[in-house]
């Protein structure tokens, strides 16, 4: 119904007429410039909106709130933060578990079994994607099957696709803050799922508190075609697909891992790095996987080394944000984008070094610069 005040009669109407006169004229929508003056006022609303959304997780409002953190736009990005801002100390009441391997290890598979395991004993998920492709290829690596689908009909669980576009800093300053989010929402264990394409496991391994590496038993030599370094950063192994005619191959694959570890120097200070086998598709392993997960987390918030991991998480993010914001206002910025084509030019041709040309585009940039 429409408010009394909502209407008013044109001066073209009968002076005698009374209130059965039909002809009313409805006040139309707001003009943009009146919205505008009142979007201080609309603006707080809607952070209060969001933040009781969330905090009594509204999924509708959840996702909203998440989208808004994902904006790229710089008009939503304070009103993400105000957001964010009242949701902090309802946040961190998570174990933040990242789960890396290559396409076709049975990440997602893996997931859904740990994830349905993990509701059924009274457990919050939540499941982000870190797809590097999205800023790589623009494409995606993760999101084009359909995904945990017995788990995204769960009450108790909320999947969120990586965020696409940007750099691999934008999407993990997206998902650290979907992390936040989430967890003030009350879910209380947050899965990271990425692959293991260029930078993506070592961002995903700074923002969680155990890393788990799945993997897959090969003919042969097992550690030939996995990167340098990723099994220094997991804080466990398994290797998946072990059941059928692939069980005897996964035990040795799990030995040979096991062999590697003993030599090498935990991630986790006070923690052994193990191997284990898992067969997704049967559930086999989970359970142990959740053990093994359990077990970390005692021991690690026991010594400490829990919460100082993520208070140096929160350093490191800090100071990974600057350099961000850094680089982009220096390669944005109009006149190093005009001298960069003939800085190259010569240092192609040789005719500076390019410690000078260096030099050169810095000084270029502090002087006009409004910092
Ligand atoms: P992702 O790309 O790492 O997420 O891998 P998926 O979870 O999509 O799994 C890739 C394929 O492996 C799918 O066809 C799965 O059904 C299959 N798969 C996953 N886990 C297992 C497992 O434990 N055993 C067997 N036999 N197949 C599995």
Redesign the pocket.
């Known amino acids: 119904m429409k408010n009394k005040n909502d209407t008013y009669k044109p001066d073209w109407t009968p002076k005698n007429a009374g209130e059965e006169f039909a002809v009313r004229v409805v006040k139309g929508v707001q003009k943009i410039s009146d919205t505008k003056i009142n979007s201080a006022k609309t603006k707080n609303h809607e952070v209060e909106d969001l933040v009781k959304g969330v905090l009594t997780n509204d999924r509708v409002l959840l996702a909203k709130t998440i989208t808004l953190v994902e904006s790229n736009a710089r008009a939503h990005f304070e009103k993400a933060q105000s957001v964010l801002h009242k949701l902090l100390p309802h946040s961190g009441n998570s174990i933040r578990i990242g789960i890396s391997?290559v396409?076709?290890?049975?990440?997602?598979?893996?997931i859904e079994s740990l994830g349905m395991y993990l509701i059924e004993h009274g457990h919050k998920v939540a499941v982000l994607t870190i797809d590097p492709s999205s800023s790589i290829t623009k494409g995606s690596i993760l999101g084009d099957k359909t995904?945990m689908e017995k788990l995204s009909r769960e009450d108790n669980c909320f999947i969120r696709p990586s965020p696409s576009g940007g750099t691999l800093g934008g999407v993990t300053r997206k998902s650290r803050e979907t992390i936040i989010v989430c967890e003030a929402a009350g879910y209380d264990i947050i899965l990271i799922e990425t692959v293991g394409v260029g930078q993506s496991e070592i961002t995903v391994r700074s923002m969680v508190d155990f890393f788990l590496l799945?993997q897959l038993a090969g003919a042969g030599d097992e550690l030939q075609g996995i990167k340098k370094g990723v099994i220094e950063i997991a804080d466990a192994i398994v290797v998946?697909?072990a059941?059928?005619n692939?069980l005897q191959k996964a035990n040795i694959a799990r030995s040979e891992f096991a062999n590697v570890l003993h030599y090498l120097k935990p991630v986790t200070e006070g923690w052994q790095t193990r191997a284990f086998v898992?067969?997704?598709?049967?559930g086999q392993g989970t359970a142990d996987i959740w053990k093994v997960m359990q077990r970390f987390v005692e021991i690690t918030r026991a010594s400490g080394v829990f919460e100082k991991r993520r208070t140096e998480q929160k350093i490191e993010w800090t100071f990974r944000m600057i350099e961000d914001e850094l680089k982009d206002s220096f390669y944005n910025k109009e006149i190093i984008k005009n001298e960069i084509p003939r800085l190259k030019l010569d240092i192609e041709k040789g005719n500076i070094l390019p410690t000078t040309a260096a030099g050169k585009l810095l000084k270029l940039f502090n002087s006009n610069s409004s910092i």
Do not use: C, F, H
């Open positions: 391997g396409p076709g290890a049975g990440k997602s598979t893996l995904r799945v998946n697909k059941d059928g692939n898992s067969s997704a598709i049967t």
